[in-house]
């Protein structure tokens, strides 16, 4: 079973960790500040993991800012500057989620078995302040894009509220196949999704569409690969506020502790007996609260039967673990009260051939059916079908409460949700439909938003997969390749100096971008001493430059301008004023000075040869007139036709700059 | 980046020198256009005449701070480009947004 870094609970976690279990662990982060970042060293340990032709499971990565006032504040993950170094198994991949809330660290090569990895994350600097920060991990199992089927091929499915697809008149004509995200209609027309209800209120009102935002389980997805555990949810309550604690604490009522409930208050700190036990009493509001807490959000009903089913071709009355029947189950809850695996069946056994005997889905999603009753957003409730699936951010209101719109939050009765897979309640009970678990598509309460917190009722939580992180340097190609010209392109985060760039080799006019160089000159041969930016000097008639300048504009309506060099410097920082460069570059030296400035930087892929006026001659082909002023000057350029397909004087040699960006 | 690191000026210097490039808004419609509303950034373009429909160069470069603090440095150079100048333009906001995106993923 996952542990949910429950550092404070670390010791009591591992002594009662049953032997069955997977046995997440992740350490306390070592944090490293430095002047590109803060970064946060945790080991990450599980076991019977995998990566095959299919898919592969994976760890949601969360951090929390540990400081002396509660709630601990989230966390987010920065976008570049990760590591992963496999200890033992499979190297290792990350990949943050949008916003950075949480990172999945996901095998990248074929394997089956323990993982081991040291990871490095770079935090978001201002998230972490001056604060420690704690990581929480929960294992993940990643379901693939691809269609499915809905409905049960057992025509008796319909009376416990399997789909269908429709017929003209409302009646099934088959199973309803999902292959795309698209809106569902609903209703009994021919090829439309339809259902039949003895119960609307528990069983769906009949009504559509499903709205495209709705997740449908085409696309890809990640789900907890069990429910929410006990030493899990203690390990939330011990991060939350006061009053948040006392709205999501589950262990207040009469018969918790006679149910399974191990969680209690040992002082001020939450402690989980029995911490990879599944937590029960998990009420629908408490989900949420998790879910968004952890950065995830609730699964749809139909992502349940996508992340059971996969692609497989259903049987009658099938269960997540892909057979018909529980004959050969091995994963119980035993007379300790503990969820496990009997006989000789161990998780690492898991495999296609014995995904019945471990409960196991189509994808290896543990206990889909029994253990505890999953809470799904429903379809068959216009609250439900509000949902677009939006991602938790790691911040409850001050009750602890979710803070997506599109969740339907509320209190217990509120609708939009419901319940799948069945569930145990609880010792010597007989198996009957849905006790201790249902067939996939038996949907008997998969739109009953009810039911006070229970001894059968869990929760899992799952997250839409990140989009792959965008390959930059094969957009810039593409950008480029359609630019109308050569274009030049170099990206460098200045942190971690990750970097992309594209045609970043040539020769580019810089323009008015060698003004930068200028103005750096003039502000170090001021640091040196060797200019006063306090100096004034006025500018005249003949100081006027072609090109774009406002402070021309102003000497020919307004005569001289007085100014201090730092005001000119200004200008030509702000609106790259021509007048105002050629003059700064006057009074450092010229552009010799600025090339040995360059020099010494070790700046060698910028030319900085020319002042404006001369640029602009040699542009136009003409000398500058003598005695000079601005109208002579753009009167000689107007005579001037240049050649059509004459090589321009820019590429003969000016302002270049080589290896754009990272200079 | 070198400037940003502050290897060419002292702090000052540097802050003042980017502060000033914050204020830059001749040519808002290049990179700062495929970048989030309110996003800072330093900016420093160059823009050339153009001859015979070709402009040889149409160039923006910047210094964007990110959401985490962080800084993402974007030197773009469009040469012997054809086409108009909001084609051109476009092409240069098209850079911002991709780099945007893989800096904030």
Known sequence: MPKLLPCLLAASALAAGPAHASELHVSIPKLDRTAEGIYASVQVEWKNGWRNGRNYDAVWLLFKASGAERPWPHVRIAGTGHSVAAVAGPPGGVAVADGGVGAFLLPTADHRGPVKWDVRLRLNARDVGTDEVRAFGLEMVYVPEGAFLLGDPDPAGVDYNAVYRSDARGEPDGLYRVDSEDAIAVGPRRGALFYKTKNPQFEGDRLGPIPAAFPKGVAPFYTMKYEITQGEYAAFLNTLGDHATAHRAIHGGHLYTASRGTIRLDGSTYVAGAPARPANFIGWDDGLGFADWAGLRPMTELEFTKAARGTAMPLPHDFPWGTASADRLARVIGDDDDLVTTGAADESTLSDATRDVLGASFYWVMDLAGSVWEKVITFGHPRGRAFRGTHGDGHLTDRGNATNDDWPLGDDDAGGYGYRGGGYYERGMKPREYVPYSPTEWRRYGSWGGGPRSIAYGFRAVRTAPQPRPDLANELRQIAAASGGTLGVRVVHAETRAAAGVNDDDWYPMMSAYKLPIAIHALRQAEAGRLNLAKTVTLGTDDRRPGFSPLARLIEKDGPQTMTLRDLLSAILRVSDNTASDRVLREIGGPPAVAATLRELRIDGVDVSRSELQFAADYYGVKIPAPYSLERFMDSTARVRRPAGAAPPWRAAHRREHGVGDR | ?105
């Open chain 2, 1 to 105: 980046m070198r400037l940003h690191r502050g290897e060419l000026l002292t702090g000052e210097n540097t802050a003042w020198v980017i502060g000033e490039m914050r204020e830059m808004h001749a040519r808002d419609t290049r990179l700062r256009a495929g970048l989030p509303p309110g996003t800072a950034a330093a900016l420093r373009p160059g823009t050339s005449g153009e001859t015979d429909g070709v402009r040889a160069a149409h160039n923006d470069n910047a210094i964007v701070t990110l959401p985490d603090g962080s800084h993402l440095v974007i030197a773009a150079f469009l040469k012997g480009s054809k086409g108009t100048d909001a084609d051109r333009d476009a092409v240069l906001a098209r850079v911002a947004r991709v780099a945007y995106a893989w800096a904030t993923r």
